[in-house]
């Protein structure tokens, strides 16, 4: 009896150690989640970042990516999705994710970061389902309404036709954020010395997923979606931040403004910037790097630079020897790199899981 009872005393101590206390998990929403609910966040953010009831670790900021500059991320004990769009169209399923996924997560927010199809196209349906708040320009928050039949919640931090450079900010949680209104990637003329980046397409993703119907109706209807000015967004919990654009507009020449905003704020731990976009056709990734340039953050994490909707598209692996020697030539220093890539890195919280008790707060796992 007693070797059974220290057996017991010693697993139950052994399974105490193993699993963090429920102190570490938030409460948010109910005490316990629906079953989908606990099953997609345990998917997107890993096992060990959710417990039971659904409820996620506060101690730790974990981003999922699905496809372009997409990303669910768990901060502060809450999901929010950074865009709200799972690529589809020429393809369908190359993604392993869909809306019902996304609903599913129970996310408190969507930021948007510009209005184009391949970013919020599906803010309505997902704001409609959850009542998650949609955050976005007065524009974006216009067209994602009107497309929910006027049904998704917004919050406009911007007024219609804001100038660049134009600042916001908000709190949710314990979570900060801090809005700048910036440009959208176009093409200018050729600089001096322009490296134009023009990778080949792979139409491998349309052969082994050939599209529904439905997913090439849903995204030919979605072309005529606004940009509606284009967002960076700075979320701070204690002393970690994290910056992320899903564009890179040509700063230096178009967005002054925005570009001494974005050098004042602290050096973020994360950058996350889109890198494919329509001035790398003249000037490969000069406009990408001039963020990263800007801001100086110690990690880097490319987006909008997979095959989403291919032949417009290519696979991450094709831009990334180009991306390694632009962050190698930047004057200031290379940032570390946390390479993305296609399919292989959709749906994988290990890329991109922080702890925040950690003075290294670096994923871990290969670059
Ligand atoms: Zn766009
Ligand atoms: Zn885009």
Redesign the pocket.
């Known amino acids: 009896m007693v070797t059974i009872a220290r057996r017991t005393a010693l697993a139950a101590a052994a399974a105490l150690a193993l699993t963090p206390r429920s102190a570490a998990f938030a409460l948010d929403g109910p005490r316990r989640h629906p079953h989908e609910t606990i099953a997609a966040r345990r998917r997107f953010f890993g096992p060990a970042n959710v417990d039971a009831r659904g409820h996620l670790r506060r101690d730790r900021v974990v981003l999922s990516w699905f496809g372009v500059s997409n990303f669910a991320m768990a901060i502060g004990g809450r999901v929010v999705l950074l865009d709200a769009w799972v690529p589809q169209g020429t393809y369908s399923g190359y993604v392993p994710a869909d809306v019902d996924d996304l609903v599913a997560l129970r996310p408190s927010h969507v930021f948007i970061g510009?209005g184009?199809f391949?970013?919020a196209a599906d803010a309505p349906a997902i704001g409609a389902a959850t009542g998650a708040l949609v955050v976005g320009t007065a524009e974006h928050c216009a067209q994602v309404h009107a497309q929910s039949g006027g049904v998704a919640r917004t919050a406009p931090v911007l007024p219609v036709a804001a100038p660049e450079g134009a600042t916001s900010s908000l709190t949710f949680g314990p979570v900060r954020v801090n809005v700048v209104k910036h440009v959208?990637?176009a093409p200018e003329a050729p600089a001096s010395g322009a490296d134009p980046l023009l990778p080949a397409p792979d139409l491998m993703a349309c052969l082994e997923h050939p599209p529904t119907v439905t997913d090439v109706l849903d995204t030919v209807l979605h072309q005529g979606d606004q940009?509606g000015g284009a967002l960076a967004y700075r979320f701070r919990i204690g002393d970690f931040s994290l910056v992320w654009h899903d564009?890179s507009g040509p700063l230096h020449s178009k967005a002054p403004t925005a570009r001494r905003v974005l050098g004042r704020w602290r050096r973020p731990d994360v950058h996350l910037g889109s890198i494919q976009g329509f001035g790398q056709y003249t000037n490969g990734l000069r406009d990408p790097m001039w963020y990263v340039e800007t801001l100086r953050p110690r990690l880097f994490v490319p987006g909008h630079h997979d095959n989403w909707l291919p032949p417009a598209s290519s696979p991450a692996s094709t831009y990334e020897s180009r991306l390694r020697e632009a962050l190698a030539a930047l004057p200031s220093g290379a940032p570390e790199l946390r390479m993305l890539r296609d399919p292989d890195d959709y749906v994988n919280p290990d890329r991109l899981t922080f702890d925040l008790g950690r003075a290294d707060r670096r994923p871990r796992g290969p670059r």
Do not use: K, L
């Open positions: 510009h184009h391949d970013h959208h990637s940009e564009s």
